[in-house]
């Protein structure tokens, strides 16, 4: 309790159970939010500190949503994460952590600064020479006094890098002042997973120098969403100096597309009707904006396939369901747990029978990709970016990767 603002306000506990009642990680390694915290309060430290679900928890912020007390069941679980022996931590979050301290990027797939540059200049070269209308595109690098300094999931110019053209194009037609980093690009932080505090500090400070040194305004995060809260937390949790702000990059889609710097258009689904839901992430709307940003995102993705294509998910917005990916759940050791935590979220889409489900987190998105293969289910998982791009004409051939048959030749010519 000590190590806890307000003693994690343990003793506030009504031992009600709303917070087990709407957690999917309930019942997972006999374990739930409510006995948690009892058995915390009763002393029961070397049972806790010995049970994986602290690893199936995703620190998701839901139970501290519906408590009364709000007793904060994920800074505890976060805690007890920094406690547990290195060797038994889950084997690819401590790796890629290694990694990530290894590398001025920061990026837990090990990408150097000169890989970094490689990549990005090789594929911006194929979409000019393929791509009508983009012969210009123009991929800033360490481009000093922009306005932006954009991160990207480490894990996609390493997998799939044809995934970043959309982005790019999206920002070339806002005319967008933005820039990568050479350093300090890779949106993920690995200390603040484990819980370790102090890892948490020293990467956030590598990505704090790069965005200071190019001296850019604005630190956005590209569709993804514990980098987001770690940053945003981060900076004001250990007193970082910095002249930026932190945003994430759906507040900017939103306000382009009302200013017209963005002309996206449903008409391209007013025959087809198909139909999309929403994905919202807990790091990004829960435990950071709150439903202002969950509200803009609705806004873009309904002016992108029309008001009346779009279903939500039920409940929605910051009391939203946890997909069972998030807080490093996606790089844990228990995978089947994981899917099982995710069958909650897997009912909630398909009860809305939208053919496809936009996810504008990269965690997001893999988990539920997961759950749709796992469980045999009919709808798809894409990105904010792929959609916005398709209602403005300009997804390319090869970046349709995600779409189904109803859309893979849409706006083809």
């Keep these: 309790m000590s190590l806890l603002p307000e003693g994690g306000r343990l003793n506030f506990c009504f031992n009600c159970g709303a917070c087990s009642s709407g957690c999917p990680a309930s019942g997972l ?10 058995m915390l309060s ?9 049970s994986n679900w602290v690893w199936m928890c995703t620190t998701c912020y839901r139970c501290v949503h519906v ?5 904060n069941i994920p800074e505890l679980v976060s805690i007890i994460r920094s406690r547990w022996p290195k060797e038994k931590r889950p084997e690819k979050l401590v790796d890629g952590f290694e990694r990530s301290l290894k590398t001025n990027t920061c990026s837990t797939a090990g990408i150097s600064v000169e890989d970094w540059k490689f990549i990005v200049e090789d594929i911006v070269d194929e979409v000019r020479q393929t791509q009508q209308g983009f012969e210009d595109l123009n991929v800033p690098m360490d ?9 990207q999931n480490s894990g996609m110019p390493l997998t799939e890098p044809q995934e970043m053209p959309p982005l790019w194009k999206i920002l070339h037609l806002a005319d967008a002042d933005w820039t990568y980093g050479s350093q300090g690009w890779a949106a993920e932080n690995a200390g603040y997973l484990l819980g370790d505090d102090g890892a948490w500090e020293k990467i956030l400070r590598k990505k704090t120098d790069a965005a200071e040194k190019l001296g850019c305004k604005v630190l956005v995060n590209t569709e993804c969403g514990h980098d987001f809260f770690a940053s945003r937390q981060g900076l004001e949790k250990f007193n970082i100096p910095h002249s930026f702000e932190v945003k994430s990059i759906i507040e900017y889609y939103a306000d382009w597309i009302r200013k017209g710097r963005l002309k996206v258009s449903p008409d391209w689904n007013l025959d087809l009707k198909i139909k999309f839901t929403v994905q ?11 439903d202002f940003i969950a509200d803009e995102l609705r806004f873009v993705v309904k002016e992108a396939v029309g008001e009346e294509n779009f279903i939500d998910m039920y409940p929605n917005r910051s009391n939203n369901y946890c997909c069972g990916g998030g807080g490093g759940a996606i790089l844990s050791d ?5 899917l099982h935590y995710g069958e909650l979220k897997l009912n909630q889409i398909l009860e809305t029978e939208a053919a ?21 289910a009919r709808f798809k998982t894409i990105h904010l970016w792929t959609i916005l791009c398709l209602s403005l004409g300009v997804l390319g051939e090869n970046e349709r990767k995600y779409l189904g048959d109803d859309l893979v030749m849409v706006g083809l010519k």
């Design 67 to 71: 408590c009364p007390m709000k007793v």
């Design 29 to 38: 390694a006999g374990m739930d939010p409510r006995k948690f915290v009892r």
């Design 143 to 151: 481009e000093k006094h922009s306005n932006l300094f954009l991160t």
């Design 280 to 290: 919202d992430p807990c790091q990004l709307i829960r435990k950071s904006y709150g």
């Design 356 to 376: 496809y489900c936009i996810t504008p987190c990269n965690t997001c998105h893999r988990q539920i990709l997961d759950l749709a293969d796992f469980y045999h």
């Design 334 to 338: 228990f995978k089947e747990e994981r």
């Design 42 to 50: 009763l002393g029961m430290d070397e049972e806790v500190m010995t």
